[in-house]
């Protein structure tokens, strides 16, 4: 799933492709909103992981899910 992340005062903003689910993305986020660190965990799916501090996030683009299909698909 692709991730699109809003930074406050950041004109750009950051992308990442993740095997975690838009459900489990915005459960951790409203955890992270309710606990002291205020730390968003996401795990691409490369491995890497990044620690979004929430009190400067803009906003969460969560994408489909499921990646679409390249080229032209002939159906019989």
């Not at 991730?3 to 993305?25: F, M, N």
């Amino acid at each position: 799933m692709e991730i699109k992340i809003g930074v406050r005062q950041i004109g750009r903003e950051l992308t990442v492709e993740t095997d975690q689910t838009a459900e489990q993305i915005e459960q951790d986020l409203r955890q992270a909103l309710l606990t002291d660190d205020g730390l968003l965990v996401i795990t691409s799916d490369k491995g890497r992981r990044l620690l979004l501090p929430v009190e400067h996030l803009g906003y969460l683009d969560l994408g489909s899910e499921h990646a679409r299909p390249v080229g032209f698909g002939f159906e019989d």
